[in-house]
């Protein structure tokens, strides 16, 4: 997708991805991540995500990137945070305590900008981007990742042809093939959420399943 999209996604408000909970897959795993108090957790395309609230509140330090900032200024406002912003060379870096997210393309971020952080929490990032993106996210992931880096990914799986993306399914043989090069990948659960979300029964779905992986980094190589 191109940055435009979203951008105009924000200032239109159409952000359906957008849960109102914390997500749940992220409460029952967060271990699977093996952070230490107040290890750095990367939480790429992060949106508003209350995923990040929660990281905060308990003790981890949250390091978010996202094209909006529309998003982030929501994301600091309706939490009540008080947040400083500055320039930090091609991002935008808003920061309140130890909770930090960087305005502009995850594309442009180097290992540096990550600060050494081995765990990330990626809800929602594959399934924004069309396939053709995908090869690239997953490489430029991976370069950014040291090695024994955990990644927890959920992404979103529906019947092929029944509804035009976002969000995009992205299946289990898909994400194998996009990240086996550099990493072991395990199903840690899968959930059928259609009944629970109709706005995708009336786009046509006639099943959507969400589903959670843990994602090992089992070389340093990157792409
Ligand atoms: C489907 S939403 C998921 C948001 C969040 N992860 C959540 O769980 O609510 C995708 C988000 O990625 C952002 N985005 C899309 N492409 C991006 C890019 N190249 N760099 C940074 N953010 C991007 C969009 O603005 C949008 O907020």
């Known amino acids: 997708m191109e940055t435009g999209f979203w951008l105009e996604r924000w200032e239109r408000n159409q952000i359906g991805f957008h ?4 997500n749940s897959y992220l409460i029952k795993h967060l271990s699977e991540l093996r952070l230490r108090a107040g290890g750095p957790v990367f939480v790429p395309l992060c949106g508003k995500t209350l995923d990040m609230l929660w990281l905060d509140e308990h003790g981890y330090a ?3 990137v996202e094209l909006s900032p529309l998003a ?3 994301f600091f406002k309706e939490n009540a945070r008080r947040v400083r912003c500055g320039p930090a060379g091609v991002f935008t870096r808003w920061t309140s305590g130890s909770l930090e997210i960087l305005c502009g393309d995850f ?5 540096e900008d990550l600060g050494g952080a081995k765990a990330v929490y990626d809800r929602a990032s594959l399934i ?3 396939t053709h993106m995908r090869p690239a996210y997953a490489a430029h992931m991976a370069g950014l990742l040291p090695s024994a880096s955990r990644i927890l990914l959920v992404t979103l799986e529906y019947p092929e042809g029944e509804m035009a993306g976002p969000p995009f399914s992205v299946g289990e043989r ?3 093939r996009l990240y086996h090069d550099w990493f ?3 199903v840690l659960g899968s959930t059928d959420i259609l ?4 706005r995708f029964r009336d786009r046509g779905l006639t099943r959507l399943c969400e589903i959670v992986y843990l994602l090992v980094k089992n070389s340093d190589a990157g792409p």
């Open 19 to 22: 849960q109102d909970a914390v």
């Open 62 to 64: 949250v390091l978010g």
């Open 72 to 74: 982030i200024e929501s």
């Open 107 to 111: 594309f442009d971020l180097s290992r």
């Open 128 to 130: 924004a981007l069309p």
């Open 174 to 176: 898909e994400v194998g």
């Open 184 to 186: 072991d990948i395990k």
């Open 195 to 198: 009944a629970q979300n109709p």
